[in-house]
């Protein structure tokens, strides 16, 4: 299964972006969003289980960014508002079908967010 990932692109600070990901015929119980900026390692952004209601956020993001999914589209969402220059990365979705997953099976190929000030 290949998770297809989009949305990234240039916006300035103060900006918004929304990023999607969708693995076609395929709904998983969890689904995350990671990012990794140039020279460091990956961290996980947000997190979401089930029905939506368990959400999760990184405290650099968190009252900022918000996870949601729409399992009728096999799809989950990203929307990033208030970006910072520092949320520059590489943003990758990730979904596992356990709705315990500490760890995903699954994985996007990355879209490139740039944050300019």
């Known amino acids: 299964v290949q998770l297809q990932a989009c949305g990234g692109g240039l916006v300035q600070a103060g900006g918004s972006l929304r990023l999607s990901c969708a693995a076609p015929g395929v709904t998983f119980s969890t689904y995350a969003w990671f990012r990794q900026a140039p020279g460091k390692e990956r961290d996980l952004v947000a997190r979401i289980r089930g029905n939506g209601g368990n959400a999760y956020y990184g405290d650099s993001v968190k009252g900022r960014f918000t996870i949601s999914r729409d399992n009728a589209k096999n799809s989950v969402y990203l929307q990033m508002n208030s970006l910072k220059p520092e949320d520059t990365a590489v943003y990758y979705c990730?979904?596992?079908?356990?709705?315990?997953?500490?760890?995903?099976?699954?994985w996007g190929q990355g879209t490139l967010v740039t944050v300019s000030s």
């Open positions: 990730a979904a596992d079908p356990s709705v315990f997953a500490l760890t995903y099976r699954y």
